[in-house]
T-cell receptor
């Protein structure tokens, strides 16, 4: 069964550093998403991406964040100048169609020290 | 503010019990609804989509009440393996027709022997 994959599973970084979180969506999916989940809190939408551009983004997704689909398989989330409060689990998801079921990757746990 | 509300629980039930969760949403224009389950420190996994006419998948039944803006999940004959957090997800429609997938905080279910 096809699945969404994410790397790394755990990323530790120093405050102020830049990190890139990587995702490989399911191959025939066209819609891609990033979410974050701070420990003990709910899953929060960051951004959706379709046809090589951002469809929607939340208030959280400010200039510190960017997304890219650098090739036909990867979908990345870049966080510049990380802050302590960026520590969270970051999930990538993909779906086949607009508003369809989303399939989540296993997540990247980001720890900012 | 567009919200999805759930009773956090925990619901503590014996094996074999029937348990029901509700979820309310604020945006009456919302069109797509889902239940996911999330195990501790894992990614959300689709349990079932929720259709207007209601739908059933084995021991699980989902209902949508558009007039009252809530969805429900009924679990019959609870198993120990049903212990998890159940997430209500609503695609909140924005002005212009785009949407943001919005998660509830989740309802914790503990099934005990």
């Amino acid at each position: 069964e096809p699945e969404v994959t994410q790397t790394p599973s755990h990323q530790v970084t120093q405050m102020g550093q830049e990190v890139i979180l990587r995702c490989v969506p399911i191959s025939n999916h066209l819609y891609f998403y990033w979410y974050r989940q701070i420990l003990g809190q709910k899953v929060e939408f960051l951004v959706s991406f379709y046809n090589n551009e951002i469809s929607e983004k939340s208030e959280i997704f400010d200039d510190q964040f960017s997304v890219e689909r650098p090739d036909g398989s990867n979908f990345t989330l870049k966080i510049r100048s990380t802050k302590l409060e960026d520590s969270a689990m970051y999930f990538c998801a993909s779906s086949e169609a607009n508003q369809a079921v989303q399939y989540f990757g296993p997540g990247t746990r980001l720890t900012v020290l | 503010r567009k919200e999805v509300e759930q009773d956090p629980g925990p619901f503590n039930v014996p094996e074999g019990a029937t348990v029901a969760f509700n979820c309310t949403y604020s945006n009456s224009a919302s069109q797509s609804f889902f239940w996911y389950r999330q195990d501790c420190r894992k990614e959300p996994k689709l349990l079932m989509s929720v259709y207007s006419s209601g739908n059933e998948d084995g021991r699980f039944t989902a209902q949508l009440n558009r007039a009252s803006q809530y969805i429900s999940l009924l679990i019959r004959d609870s198993k120990l393996s049903d212990s998890a957090t159940y997430l209500c997800v609503v695609n909140m429609i924005l002005e212009g027709g785009s949407y943001i997938p919005t998660f509830g905080r989740g309802t914790s279910l503990i099934v005990h022997p």
